[in-house]
């Protein structure tokens, strides 16, 4: 059971989300495919003469805003992934978190930032979309959830994947899930500009390591937190790499310590 | 079995969103709901600064106005209209026709007018409709299909709708499919200014009666003869009307001859 997710580092490229999607939809068994797309969402809202809001990398979400990333992600871009993988073979369906309650979140609290319409995934329903796979059905997420009570929210597209992920790895335990993150590097670099210098397996133990050493550092932290938070959870492996090194099985391997 | 249709009438006044929706909601036992979506599009074409290309009414999809029409139509409109029946108990899960392959369309063939993306339906998939069903899932489906070689197309709503139910009914000729079309008068009119003159029951010979002697006309005709073609294809009634009518059981009746 595979569960991909891509950026916008291969959605805004059209030769690269084809080899993308050449990968997916090949891949055996079960899977799962999750998008982002904030790329197309900020070109979209320029279009449409608003300024993308965003505050350390993280959107803030009003009401035309979530307007637009509803349409963006939820629309133009998950039907016609769907359609793409369609031509494939792949019998996908596009899924928002509302749909069949796939995933709910909640609004987040304002603290010192009012993000807006942001949600915080409160968990995915794993039945739900183990039946849809039994059916015969890829589920296709979009980075938009719901909160029970009518409110869409903007939800992080990493979030999604990796929630995902653990409900579908609890809703049965005797499935091995594999989950990866395609990025831009063909994995976790000891030094970003030796391209090999990518890491080829990390446990807890070894990532407190380069954690306390400095090797890792920055935006790799959250992710590399929340791949082990999945592996603790259930998950069996989370690999994270750029689409050549996951087509060779490759990139880098999070698991839990031996 | 019902399957509800609605149009711009609604979805363009929330007050009467949230009526339909409770309506709907409320339905015993399995339904799908069809919605449209053409003036929220018109108004989000205008909104990039782009002319809506019409001719009889009928919209040109070129690629710009697509990509447009999938944004609002299977983003929008779709998720905002799940998450609405989520929050009404109700387990909604949004479609385009590219989704779960659930309606095959191809591009309209260019005679004196091009289209452009605009699809003519070859089929729904009945049996796929029914399996979400029968996982206590109820489809929502926007008037977006594919033709399976990864190309999306904007196709008319009432044809999504009137496909859907003949799908239905034949995958399970045991269930009785009520199709319903909400639309924004109490019923098919004897006379437009009479809010009285709806007419209760029509069958395929009182029909011919009244197209005849010129007692319906324009746009009803086409309306009709689908509603029709979907009776002689094995949907037990479609029954058309405004919201109020459909909710007292009323609108006007199409069946087969007694």
New interface residues.
Partial sequence: MIILKIGGNILNKPGALAEALDYFAALKGPAILVHGGGRKASE?IA??GMEPKMIDGRRITDAATL?IV???????I???V???L??RGR??????G????AILAEKRPVKTIDYGFAGDVLGADGE?LW??LD?G?TPVLCP?T?D?????LNTNADTIANETAIAIARARPEEQVSLRYCFEFPGVMRDIKDADSWIPELVPNSYAGFKADGTIVGGMIPKLDNAFAAVAAGVEEVVIGDLPALRAGEGTRCMENK
Avoid: W
């Fill in positions: 979209v279009a449409m307007e509803t349409m963006v992600y939820g629309g133009l998950n039907k016609q769907v359609a793409d369609q031509a019998n996908a369906i596009g899924l928002s509302a749909d069949g309650n739900m039946r849809l059916a059905l938009i719901h029970g009570n009518g409110q869409l």
